[in-house]
């Protein structure tokens, strides 16, 4: 069967079907240039699997396949004549597929991987190409494990590019910041499949009552160690749309750091905020449930399919005090009447380097160059906000990102544009504990193999009265 001719309700009973959906979504991604994200909620749209364990593989195999990427290319390159560059791209797809099963899948024997990767490449390519796989899959299953790599001592790029799984600029550029050694903590952690981290929405129940119902229900959970009201859930029994908690929206899912970015915003009862880069609604949700659902809080985004899906999401947390709003902030200055806001909050958007451990595909899809361009229109989007503030009122920046490029570099060039804020200490609002993630200049600023969590950056700057 080809690739494409999935039906639209996937069948368990074919063995593989989860291959050629994982082939499918790969595909996808590499054509598209769709995130990982959306690829995946358009495939469990449209080809649901009816069994856990089927829809387990699936995620397995997909974010397995990205995460590994560049250490299986390597092993390829080691027992294949052919090039990277001249393999077809699902038959090299086909390859990283039953590789990342022999090399990291202890359940999946090795004669499975490579057998069903051979009928999976039989209706993508004439019948030498199929005798290629075969014949590489083999080889590799066989020596991958002797296949020697770059010493990291000599060749710190190269060796942790390739043992890593990173692109060499990213290795590059984090070799500038941290020691070799440090560089590759942080590839680690960011390799490491992380927790579901969940905030317990206090307008309906307390961190300590959500712990024990998420334990009754089927999972590990047990608090965080940074925001106070978050939890770490691990190994669920079943999605976590499924729980009842989540039902009654006790919850949302969302990382620890970006939890400590709307306690930095501080919001206060009563008071309008705007969430300028809404998205979803993680922050928005946080902020009214701060200000106990007293107050006026404007979600912009630029996305009003997200929009929709926002409006319906505090309408499970029980959030009556948000207010839509469809606009670009790119497009240039908001209306005179749009504020002026007590607060605002700019979580902008970034190079998302920051949740590579989530979102693998991103590792293979931003360019060095992103940075730059990053950074230029996240000046550009605050110095609009900044004009929005009341006098003596706050701004908040953030980004999912811990490079200097989105973080320090930003916040000099806006305090550079505008002399009537200051920059205030991030100290003087967030909890302090060992392993603090903030740092010497004020910031905000959180690491994977450091804090545990994603990778964020935020500054808070207060509008002189």
């Excluded at 699997?49 to 390597?74: C, E, K, P």
């Excluded at 791209?89 to 022999?102: G, H, K, W, Y």
């Excluded at 940075?371 to 999912?400: I, M, S, T």
Aim: net charge neutral.
């Amino acid at each position: 069967m080809p690739v494409g001719a999935l039906q639209p309700t996937a069948s368990a009973d074919d063995p593989q079907i989860v291959r050629r959906m994982a082939l499918q979504i790969l595909r996808a991604i590499d054509q598209r240039g769709q995130t990982l994200d959306v690829t995946l909620e358009d495939f469990r749209q449209k080809h649901p699997l009816a069994r856990q364990r089927d829809r387990a593989l699936l995620q397995t195999l997909v974010f397995g396949v990205l995460r590994w990427r560049g250490r299986i290319d390597f092993v390829i390159e080691a027992f294949s004549r052919t090039p990277l560059t001249k393999i077809q791209p699902d038959i090299l797809n086909v390859l990283r597929m039953a590789l990342f099963q022999v090399m990291f899948l202890d359940r999946i024997p090795v004669s499975a991987a490579v057998n069903t990767a051979v009928e999976l490449a039989k209706p993508l390519a004439p019948d030498w190409v199929v005798r290629f796989v075969n014949a590489v899959l083999r080889k590799a299953a066989a020596g991958y494990n002797k296949v020697p790599f770059p010493v990291l001592e000599q060749s710190p790029v190269a060796a942790l590019a390739a043992s890593k799984s990173f692109p060499p600029w990213l290795i590059r550029h984090w070799l500038q910041q941290f020691s070799p050694e440090e560089t590759a903590a942080l590839c680690d952690a960011v390799n490491t499949i992380p927790p579901v981290t969940l905030r317990a929405n206090t307008l309906k129940i307390q961190p300590e009552a959500l712990l024990q119902t998420l334990t009754d229900e089927g999972g590990t959970a047990l608090a965080a160690s940074m925001a106070p009201e978050a939890l770490l859930l691990r190994h669920p029994q079943k999605p976590i749309e499924e729980f009842h908690a989540f039902q009654r929206g006790w919850f949302q899912v969302q990382d620890e750091a970006a939890q400590l970015v709307t306690i930095l915003l501080d919001p206060q009862p009563g008071e309008r905020i705007l969430d300028a880069c809404a998205g979803l609604g993680g922050k928005t949700g946080h902020i009214a449930q701060r200000i106990q659902n007293s107050g006026v809080v404007v979600a912009l985004d630029v996305n009003a399919a997200k929009l929709k899906m926002l409006t319906a999401e505090m309408e499970r947390l029980g959030i009556s005090i948000v207010r839509p709003c469809h606009a670009d902030l790119a497009s240039g200055r908001l209306s005179d009447n749009h504020g002026p806001y007590d607060r605002i909050l700019l979580d902008a958007p970034c190079s998302g380097l920051g949740v590579l451990r989530r979102n693998p595909d991103a590792k293979w899809s931003v360019e060095e160059t992103a940075l730059g361009g990053c950074g230029r229109r996240q000046v550009e989007f605050l110095d609009r906000l900044a004009v929005q503030v009341k006098p003596g009122g706050v701004l908040v920046y953030a980004v999912c990102s811990s490079e200097p490029e989105e973080g320090e570099a930003v916040v000099d060039a806006f305090m550079e544009n505008h002399p009537d804020y200051r920059l205030e200490n991030a100290a003087d609002y967030l909890p302090r504990f060992v392993g603090s993630p903030l740092t010497r200049d004020g910031f905000l600023k959180t690491y994977p193999h450091r804090h545990g969590s994603d990778g964020f950056f935020s500054a808070r700057f207060k509008r002189m009265p």
